[in-house]
């Protein structure tokens, strides 16, 4: 059975979890904790260099890291992904979106409001303002699609939705106010609404 390298907390990490239950494709999950360097230990480097999460491991040994990629891989030749080739191409669009507009000032703002030591957080409390300009600046993004748009690809719920549903559920945890957004919040309801839906907190 594959095996997804994950911590629980992590949206990236979620993201594949949401996949493969809603595929109802079998992975054990390998927890690691939030802070004590795990991934940076030689056995884990060994697989991943990088030494983050998520990374799933095949029943074969080959290891696949980065959550947008192991999204493709999961929901390949599914409902999951888009079918023809402009939907393909408008789902990876909004996976690197998500990726470099979106996660790492939607993501990163959570981290270190709701996860990291208190004072490791005053070393960063300059940057706040800046991640929640640029975060507010990829929700209105989102907004805009969505006023328009039930989904983001396809014109069907993908693996783009689940891309950018991990993170911006909980964008609350990082100090954004999702009600300002609301087509976002009615997508969110969308999203959750799913078949074989499962939260992020939820125990396997």
Known sequence: MMILHQMQMSGNCYKARLASRQLAKPITL???PLHGGKTREPEY???NPNGRVPMLELDDGRCLPESGAILWFLTNGSDLQPSDDWG????LQWMFFEQYSHEPYIAVARFWLSYAPKEALEQKRALIPEWHARGNAALS???THLSRNDWFAGGAYSLAD???YGYTHCADEGGFELSRYKAVTA???RVAAQPR???LDENW
């Open 30 to 32: 390998k927890d690691y």
């Open 45 to 47: 480097l060994a697989k």
């Open 88 to 91: 393909k191409a408008q789902a």
């Open 141 to 143: 993004v989102m907004e």
């Open 162 to 164: 689940i891309a950018l």
């Open 187 to 189: 997508w969110l309801k």
């Open 197 to 199: 839906h499962v939260r």
